[in-house]
């Protein structure tokens, strides 16, 4: 199968730090849903930044859906993000339009048609339960609803890759199992999924891949009902 | 779920043209939402613009005023020739014939030395006095009407011509102080050009000032935007807009204070001119000259909203 993102001997340090990251290798495939786990400041931030080209590495080659990310230049950083759906921890809706505007911004940037947009953001808010909040303002949401929200708005474009940074950071834990449970379901239809999250109880329980930073390096775990179908690191 | 679900290459995108008018609609239409919702404020930075606009277009409204009137002044221009006294009314009445025919002059008209007395007596009040007089000191006229958009140096050349004849003293046009008024105003006109250039600046500084202020309100907007793939066109239409229509209404304030202008002034100009035996009216700001301040305001509204936005947007990256 095919890697949706290829990490080879990658490195980060930002401006007057040492490595956030050192020498990350590893792959996503296609398909794929698994855990970015580790303390704050292991460098799991970065590495999803890196993933969608909000930082560029200080070392190693990254390749994301085939394409190799030195070589996007900075005009071609927006049509590279259009494949990327991103769920950020603050949410990052914004509260001067209502939930069907901001689910539908993606696709208005796309340039699809009106009524296209109306019929997709509906089934986005479907697939998130949230069909009847459309007309109001986020704000008015509770922290739930705020994320699944933000959940529709990340996967309305169909994006093939969905990139989460700690997604229930702000929720409890009843809504943090839904917002899993979302991202489950996404990855079934066969979207991949990589979730930053140090909510590790949350995910102990789950049968998919977890990948573990610790101090800029990568540690691997497998749930143990995925043991047999270990996947190889280089 | 079928819709939301990830069919790679499931787009369905209208084609560029009508992607390009549906983009450009949808932000006319927000942008303009906009602007009404923040009616006072939008309001203000339109009538700071306006007043800009309104001082080099009013200044270039009077001008134009003031070079119709010296124009509707240079059509009724003669040239006089004073005739030697020793001229015969005979030969006077002969040499006004004979002028009659050079090219360049339209008509003659031959004032004997009686008629110039006659017409001195009425004009000037003096009647009685002037019959203590011995003789007549007045000399003999003739009035020339030069051709219609005869050109001022074949005027000039007319008039030196004429005054080197035997029977004329002196030739006559009285036209300096016309030629003055004309230096003066290429001169305001000059100083008009350079106060618009100068108060252009000053509009898109206005401009680029407000919609930065924008910006800054927008940071995080625009940095969820980046994040979620939107080219720095798509986040910059909605600022030029806005610019634009700053322009397009603060032209329309120009429009309004100039015209206001010209009627407060019409009244106290119209009896002024009576005074002197003129019909002349104030005009309005010309079609042309309206056209060019709206197309100035909106043109300079929209590249104080570019100058900003393209120094700004690469500035704000998502972190």
């Known amino acids: 199968m095919p890697d949706i ?27 794929e849903m698994a855990f ?81 947009i109306g019929r997709r953001v509906r089934a986005a808010l479907d697939a998130v339960g949230l069909l009847g909040k459309e007309k109001v303002s986020p704000i008015t949401l509770s922290g739930g609803e705020q994320q699944r929200v933000g959940i529709a708005r990340a996967i309305v474009a169909k994006p093939q890759l969905l990139l989460a940074d700690e ?17 489950q379901r996404f990855n079934e239809v066969g979207v991949s999924v990589l979730v930053a999250t140090h909510a ?30 270990t996947v190889d690191f280089g | 779920m079928t819709s939301a679900s990830a069919r790679p290459g499931a787009e369905l995108r209208p084609n560029f043209l009508t992607r390009y008018l549906q983009a450009h609609v949808r932000e006319v239409v927000f942008t303009l939402g906009r602007f009404y919702r923040n009616l006072s404020g939008a309001l203000l930075t339109c009538f700071v613009i306006g007043i800009t606009l309104a001082l080099p277009a009013g200044l270039h409204c009077l001008v134009r005023n003031v070079d119709a009137l010296g124009y509707s002044w240079e059509t ?16 006077g009445r002969e040499l006004a014939r004979r002028i009659k025919g050079r090219p360049g002059v339209a008509d003659t008209a031959y004032l004997s030395r009686e008629q110039s007395l006659e017409e001195f007596k009425a004009l000037s009040g003096l009647g009685e006095a002037l019959d203590l007089l011995d003789s007549n000191p007045l000399p003999a006229v003739i009035t020339v009407t030069p051709v ?21 003293e002196v030739a006559k046009l009285d036209r300096r102080w016309l030629e003055r008024l004309y230096g003066v105003l290429a001169l305001v006109e000059r100083l008009v050009l350079v106060i618009a250039g100068v108060l252009s600046l000053a509009v898109i500084v206005i401009v680029g000032n407000t919609i930065r202020l924008d910006i800054e309100a927008k940071r995080a907007e625009i940095e969820v935007m980046k ?17 634009l229509w700053y322009g397009l209404v603060g032209g329309g304030i120009a429009w309004l204070l100039v015209q206001g202008m010209v009627l407060a002034l019409n009244g106290p100009a119209s009896s002024l001119a009576g005074l002197y035996g003129s019909a002349f009216r104030l005009q309005g700001l010309p079609l042309d000259a309206t056209a060019v301040m709206f197309g100035a305001g909106v043109l300079l509204g929209w590249l104080g909203a570019w100058w900003t936005v393209s120094r700004r947007l690469k500035e704000i990256e998502p972190r």
């Open chain 1, 36 to 116: 970015l786990t580790g303390p704050s400041g292991a460098g799991k931030s970065t590495l999803l930044k890196l993933v969608a080209l909000l930082e560029r590495p200080s070392r190693g080659q990254i390749v994301v859906n085939g394409q190799n990310l030195a070589g996007v230049r900075r005009g071609q950083i927006p049509a590279f993000r259009q494949q990327i759906g991103v769920v950020f921890q603050n949410f990052n809706l914004l509260y001067d339009r209502s939930v069907f505007d901001n689910v539908a911004l993606p696709l208005v940037i796309r340039g699809i048609g009106h009524d296209d």
């Open chain 2, 76 to 91: 009724t221009l003669q040239a006089s020739l004073f005739l030697k006294d020793s001229t015969t009314p005979e030969q």
């Open chain 1, 167 to 183: 997604p229930t950071g702000n929720l409890d834990p009843e809504m943090a199992r839904e917002v899993m449970q979302l991202f």
């Open chain 2, 148 to 168: 219609k958009g005869i050109e001022r140096t074949a005027l000039d050349a007319l008039v030196v011509a004429l005054g080197q004849q035997p029977e004329v």
């Open chain 1, 200 to 229: 590790v109880g949350l995910i102990k329980k789950l049968p998919y891949r977890v990948i573990h930073l610790e101090r800029g390096q990568l540690t691997t775990r497998q749930s143990p009902e995925l043991m047999e179908k």
């Open chain 2, 227 to 243: 994040l979620i793939g939107a080219t720095d066109a798509f986040i910059r239409r909605p600022f030029l807009y806005t610019g």
């Open chain 1, 5 to 31: 993102i290829h990490f080879h001997r990658v490195s980060h340090r930002y401006e007057g730090s040492g490595d956030v990251l050192s020498d990350v290798t590893f792959t996503l495939a296609k398909g």
